[in-house]
């Protein structure tokens, strides 16, 4: 029986519901029927979010084809949970999603992989760079023009003065995968394997990201993501509905890492946090190496047979196999 946002399709929704069931049969772009395919089965979009998110859709349908509104209409809310995050994943009508206080995820270590990229992209969108800050890279920075910025500067000061921009920046929600999984599913001199361990794929420009280790304050909420709060990322995937709250989300692998099936990664998310260079070095102590790591673009090369792969290759999964396989590992294997 079809389903839309994991439940029995509403009458105002049927237009949306019609058209994903759509694009997941026979749209051409793995990553839009990915996301169709997600938007289906996604039970953790709530009501309020469902309709939001209905309504900028029918926006974007103004202006571009029905298929391409639903991925600009889910990178509108994806903003708006960037600047507004009380009225998106902390909003009272998420409430389903919070981790209750007391649980014991408030009390272990997480880890986040922050892209310089994106930070610099933000930054310069937003109006927030120094001139100085402006010339310590251009606008499309290669891996060797990240190496240089770090190697003149100093790993330590360079690490100093993303954060610092970072920090400048409305970047909620923070994803925050368990650092014990990531641990065990990433290598550290592999720093490839640090983004594909939490769903993100190697871009086809060159970044450069570093980790940090952290605690969650007091007072924190601790929330399982949704597909809404991914934004557009066809690599989320929404996890099953008997999964208890606590399991968050689980990360699907992006890439090839180094173990034939590693632990599955839990991801939860929450507001916007100010990092400082003392988390990438209590990152550096624990995982012996948290960057800054330069990362090359994917390579254009054939992609991996359909089957783990133990060494660790920057060229990812065929997004729909990837699917495949993620779907596979959920069933036979729970997080702890």
């Known amino acids: 029986?079809?389903?839309?946002?994991?439940?029995?399709?509403?009458?105002?929704?049927?237009?949306?519901?019609?058209?994903?069931?759509?694009?997941?049969?026979?749209?051409?772009?793995?990553?839009?029927?990915?996301?169709?395919?997600?938007?289906?089965?996604?039970?953790?979009?709530?009501?309020?979010?469902?309709?939001?998110?209905?309504?900028?859709?029918?926006?974007?349908?103004?202006?571009?084809?029905?298929?391409?509104?639903?991925?600009?209409?889910?990178?509108?809310?994806?903003?708006?949970?960037?600047?507004?995050?009380?009225?998106?994943?902390?909003?009272?009508?998420?409430?389903?999603?919070?981790?209750?206080?007391?649980?014991k995820r408030y009390s272990e270590p997480f880890v986040t992989v922050l892209s310089v990229a994106s930070v610099f992209f933000l930054a310069r969108k937003d109006g927030l760079l120094t001139p100085d800050e402006e010339r310590l890279l251009p606008r499309t920075p290669t891996a060797a023009d990240y190496r240089s910025a770090f190697s003149s500067r100093g790993e330590t000061e360079f690490v100093k003065l993303v954060l610092a921009i970072r920090n400048r920046l409305r970047r909620s929600p923070v994803w925050a995968a368990r650092f014990s999984a990531f641990a065990e599913s990433a290598h550290p001199r592999q720093p490839v394997t640090w983004k594909h361990s939490v769903g993100l794929d190697v871009r086809r420009s060159a970044d450069c990201?570093?980790?940090?280790?952290?605690?969650?304050?007091?007072?924190?909420?601790?929330?399982?993501?949704?597909?809404?709060?991914?934004?557009?990322?066809?690599?989320?995937?929404?996890?099953?509905a008997n999964w208890r709250l606590h399991h968050g989300g689980c990360c699907m692998i992006a890439g090839q890492l180094t173990l034939p099936d590693p632990p599955l990664v839990q991801e939860l998310i929450h507001q916007d946090l100010p990092f400082s260079v003392d988390h990438w070095l209590d990152a550096q102590k624990r995982f012996r190496h948290a960057g800054p790591a330069a990362l090359d673009p994917r390579p254009d090369l054939p992609p991996p047979p359909f089957r783990p792969n133990p060494a660790p290759s920057p060229v990812p999964w065929p997004l729909l196999d990837a699917r495949t396989f993620h779907s596979e590992r959920l069933r036979r294997r729970k997080p702890e």
């Open 1 to 103: 029986m079809p389903v839309l946002f994991g439940r029995e399709i509403e009458p105002d929704f049927q237009d949306l519901a019609h058209l994903l069931q759509q694009m997941e049969q026979g749209e051409q772009n793995p990553s839009l029927r990915a996301l169709a395919a997600n938007l289906q089965l996604d039970h953790r979009i709530t009501p309020d979010h469902a309709r939001r998110f209905l309504q900028l859709w029918r926006e974007e349908c103004k202006a571009a084809i029905p298929s391409l509104a639903v991925s600009n209409a889910i990178r509108k809310y994806r903003e708006e949970a960037r600047t507004s995050p009380h009225t998106t994943f902390l909003s009272p009508e998420n409430a389903r999603n919070f981790l209750p206080p007391g649980d």
């Open 209 to 240: 990201i570093i980790l940090c280790y952290y605690h969650v304050p007091t007072g924190v909420q601790l929330v399982r993501p949704s597909q809404l709060d991914a934004g557009d990322n066809p690599l989320h995937y929404p996890s099953p």
